[in-house]
């Protein structure tokens, strides 16, 4: 449980930093996120943890059974479609964000690949970083 906790925190890190980086290259309009009241620092931290704890439901549901099933296709693409497969994912969360009202808005199917490729490398980053609390070994 701990260490979904800590992925989630890492996710919600990641999509802030890759946020953050859209907005300061000028390109905030294709990646970025709305908070359910936006004068309230609290509600926009709450808004980052709630998108981080989607971004991990749906990558561990429906990413590994993504995975699973188009392994062949993975091997037939070198692994290039994972690039596809992590930005409709991208999409995905943003759809459901947008359900509930507020979170995550991307503002096309290249927007998404690019930013679920930012967010996988700077996630990578953040989670290097914070993998003493997850209680894994480096290894």
Known sequence: ???FVVRAIVNAIALWLTTLLF???GQGDGVRVVPYRADDPVASVLTYLLLGLIFGLVNGVLGTAIRI???PLYL???GL???VVNGLLFLLV???SGAIGFGLVVDGFWWGVLGALVLGIIGWVVGLI???LSGRDPD
């Open 130 to 132: 914070l993998r003493p």
């Open 94 to 96: 943003a759809w459901i």
């Open 1 to 3: 449980m701990r260490r």
């Open 69 to 71: 099933v188009a392994f």
């Open 76 to 78: 037939l693409t070198l």
């Open 23 to 25: 907005s300061a290259l």
């Open 81 to 83: 479609i994972s690039l």
